[in-house]
């Protein structure tokens, strides 16, 4: 089996590698393809698992490439999660709504709809190459923002394997199931919602739905680390929102909280990315690769928790060290998790339920059947069914519609080129709704991202 991960270069890639390290036996993977168009920062991020990728126990080729064909030719698996103009475009993808007051997040609103037209053609011209030298391959997209991106694929190819995936409602299980002190298997979340854009209305062990004493537990602790949402907010719902829902039920909080902390999610990496890779270079020459180790490791721990930090003013942290690290064992492995649970049950190893971002098919009643949504799901080989889910509520769903519409509009606008779509496309995002404030962040975009930005007419 060969695996190819197009946009290897990001900082994620090393958990990656290590969890296909612990899972090499059940996958039968023999080839792993790493392709960045960076090829320096591609081997700077190699050196993180450079002990790990001479070790005799390890089973599979890794190769990296700066060449896409080369990278694709042969995969049975192929995983999206490039980041066209890098952490620099998401510095201005994130900034420049927030100069007309807006929130600048770099999936949620303004930011996913210009990350969506920079990426949304270089993702098709990848499945158009695909045709000739991976046809049978699985496209699993993990490139933001997710649901767009495959709800591309559906509307503008005629690709049939393709899958969104998200760590964050998987990693809701996991955390759900620590706490019933089960495993994963065991635990079924009633989800349903388009990629960060969901809910949680029912958490099942043994027939029996735990979310009621969640919400209880929630009014009575007067909240929990990690969770930014008011208590009463939740109780009011009846149901556990996505954490990125707190961009559209504290919309006007987030912004003043981004705009007071001086700096955007996108600045903060970008530095954090720069020290990191400086530290990296420093040491590959000397062939300290614990050392590099020991850095990444420490990346990593405070890239997660300075999560969300200021956009909830500090609010979606400040828990306890023995709660935080209980919360972080009991996420899991993240989206290299998720990617490869995915792969394993493709493969036929296990069937499983699990929530992605697939064409709905009759799933929900009140959506079309080719809108992309993130449900359950059962994996089997080669199969992905969407599982059956009970009418929403009416608030749900009107949301559910507008920010859907407002994603076939941003596809028209990448592949028509079409600067009237892309503005009405901002126009009715749940989070802009205004012509003017819309065209102005469109101009704004197309001044300040050069070449990454298509040249829309």
């Known amino acids: 089996m060969k695996l190819a991960i197009i946009g290897a270069g990001g900082v994620r890639t090393p958990l990656l590698i290590q ?3 612990l899972r090499q036996e059940r996958l039968g993977i023999d080839e792993l393809a790493l392709m960045d168009i960076d090829l320096s920062r591609l081997m700077s991020i190699g050196a993180v698992t450079h002990r790990l990728e001479v070790n005799e126990g390890l089973r599979f080729r890794v190769k990296r490439t700066d060449n896409l064909q080369l990278a694709l030719s042969g995969a ?4 999206t999660t490039f980041r066209v103009g890098g952490i620099e475009s998401r510095v201005i993808d994130e900034r420049v709504p927030l100069g007309a007051g807006l929130l600048g997040q770099e999936t949620t ?31 699993i997209n993990f490139a933001n923002p997710a649901g767009m991106m495959v709800q591309a694929l559906r509307s503008a190819t005629d690709w049939k394997k393709m899958v969104g995936i998200c760590d964050a409602p998987m990693q809701f299980l996991s955390v759900f199931a620590g706490l019933l002190q ?10 349903f919602g388009l990629n960060h854009l969901g809910w949680i209305r029912a958490i099942r062990n043994n027939g029996h739905d735990h979310l009621p004493e969640f919400i209880d537990l929630l009014l009575k602790m007067g909240g929990i680390p990690r969770f930014p949402f008011d208590p009463q907010l939740v109780a009011t719902l009846g149901m556990l929102p996505n954490e990125y829902l707190y961009y559209y ?9 981004i705009q007071k902390a001086g700096v955007t999610r996108g600045e903060q990496i970008l530095a954090e990315n720069q020290l990191l890779f400086g530290k990296i270079n420093g040491l590959i020459e000397k062939k300290e690769y614990q050392a590099i180790e020991n850095i990444y490791q420490e990346y990593i721990q405070h890239r997660g928790s300075t999560y969300m930090q200021n956009e909830t003013g500090g609010e979606i942290t400040g828990g306890n060290l023995e709660t935080d690290k209980f919360i972080e064992q009991a996420s899991g492995e993240g989206y290299a998790g998720v990617a490869l649970e995915l792969i ?9 339920r699990m929530i992605l971002n697939v064409p709905n ?25 969407p599982i059956p889910v009970e009418a ?13 519409a407002y994603e076939y509009l941003t596809i028209e606008a990448a592949l028509e080129k079409s600067f009237d779509k892309a503005v009405h496309a901002l126009t009715i995002h749940p989070l802009v709704q205004d012509y003017r404030l819309a065209k102005q962040i469109l101009d704004g975009y197309l001044a300040q991202h050069g070449d990454y930005f298509p040249r829309l007419i």
């Open 19 to 21: 969890a296909l390290h």
């Open 76 to 79: 049975d698996y192929v995983i």
């Open 109 to 139: 609103g303004a930011g996913g709809f210009a990350m969506g037209l920079r990426s949304i053609p270089i993702l098709i011209g990848i499945t158009d190459l695909m045709k000739s030298v991976c046809p049978d391959a699985w496209v």
């Open 182 to 191: 089960t495993d994963n298997e065991q635990v079924e979340l009633d989800y």
């Open 249 to 257: 039920y504290y919309n006007r909080q987030a912004v003043d909280n």
């Open 344 to 352: 394993e049950s493709l493969q036929g190893k296990k069937d499983q």
């Open 361 to 385: 098919q009759r799933a929900i009643q009140a959506m079309a059947d080719d809108d992309i949504v993130e449900i359950p799901c059962t994996v089997s080989r080669n199969s992905i069914q």
């Open 392 to 404: 929403i509520p009416d608030h749900c769903l009107g949301l559910m519609k507008s920010v859907k």
